[in-house]
């Protein structure tokens, strides 16, 4: 089992950046596929990044590929969320998911339904 807890949202304006970071507490955190999704107000939730338990491979959604970057650090068990040139439609609670799992494929780590753990959440709002 594993404990995350999501810090680093706030109100931004446009083009601005900003850096999300996901605390995991678990007895192997680097086991871990961790992946960032948001939920913007009457959206369903949706996939923005993950990364693989040793931290080569990672998949970006489509809307945020090259503007955001993610990464982690399994000696401070944290998974950060490098997001740039923010926009409105940025907006969105952000939460971070894990599932002691091996990241194989796009489908599975984009699903939200494959991660087993999941943070509160992180308020993200971009003004312009």
């Known amino acids: 089992q594993v404990q995350l807890v999501e810090s680093g949202g706030g109100l931004v304006q446009t083009g601005d950046s900003l850096r999300l970071s996901c605390a995991a507490a678990?007895?192997?955190?680097?086991?871990?596929?961790i992946g960032w999704f948001r939920q913007a107000p009457g959206k369903e939730r949706e996939f923005v990044a993950t990364?693989?338990?040793?931290?080569?491979?990672?998949f970006y959604a489509d809307s945020v590929k090259g503007r955001f970057t993610i990464s982690r650090d399994d000696t401070n068990n944290k998974v950060d969320l490098q997001m740039g040139s923010l926009e409105s439609e940025d907006t969105a609670v952000y939460y971070c998911?894990?599932?002691?799992?091996?990241?194989?494929?796009?489908?599975?780590?984009?699903?939200?339904?494959?991660?087993?753990?999941w943070g509160q959440g992180t308020l993200v709002t971009v003004s312009s």
């Open positions: 990364i693989s338990r040793n931290g080569v491979y990672m």
């Open positions: 998911a894990a599932v002691l799992e091996a990241l194989l494929d796009y489908r599975d780590g984009s699903n939200p339904g494959w991660y087993d753990y």
């Open positions: 678990a007895r192997a955190t680097s086991q871990y596929t």
